[in-house]
C-alpha cells in the first residue's frame, strides 16, 4: 500500500468541513471525519479501482456527504489534492495540480 500525502490546502478544506459540520449538530462533524478518513481508507486500499480523468486525477464520490475527493496516484505515495463540496465553484481546485 502507498502512504498518503494530502495537499495542506485541502487538509484545510477537510478541517473547516469538519467544524461546519459540528456546528449544525454535535457529533455530525466527527461523523464526516470519519466518513473521509473511510474514504480515504478505501482510496488506499485499492487506488485504481476509480478511473482516471483527463486532468491525470482521480475521484471517489462519498455517499452520505456531498463530497469528492480528488487524487493522483504518484509513483511513490497516493496525493489527495482535494476534499470538494459538490456546490462548490467546480475545479476550483486544478490550480493545486501545478
Known amino acids: 500500500m502507498k502512504p498518503i500525502l494530502v495537499e495542506e490546502e485541502?487538509?484545510?478544506?477537510?478541517?473547516?468541513?469538519?467544524?461546519?459540520y459540528?456546528?449544525?449538530r454535535g457529533g455530525?462533524?466527527?461523523?464526516?471525519?470519519?466518513?473521509?478518513?473511510?474514504?480515504?481508507s478505501t482510496i488506499q486500499r485499492s487506488p485504481?479501482?476509480?478511473?482516471v480523468?483527463?486532468?491525470?486525477?482521480r475521484r471517489y464520490i462519498m455517499r452520505r456527504f456531498p463530497f469528492i475527493i480528488y487524487y493522483?496516484?504518484?509513483?511513490?505515495?497516493l496525493w489527495?489534492?482535494?476534499?470538494?463540496h459538490t456546490s462548490r465553484k467546480p475545479n476550483y481546485w486544478r490550480a493545486r495540480l501545478e
Open 10 to 20: 485541502a487538509d484545510l478544506e477537510l478541517a473547516a468541513s469538519v467544524a461546519f
Open 22 to 24: 459540528e456546528r449544525q
Open 28 to 40: 455530525l462533524g466527527l461523523e464526516f471525519e470519519a466518513a473521509a478518513r473511510e474514504a480515504v
Open 48 to 51: 485504481e479501482r476509480f478511473p
Open 53 to 57: 480523468r483527463r486532468d491525470g486525477t
Open 72 to 77: 493522483l496516484e504518484m509513483p511513490d505515495f
Open 80 to 84: 489527495i489534492v482535494a476534499f470538494a
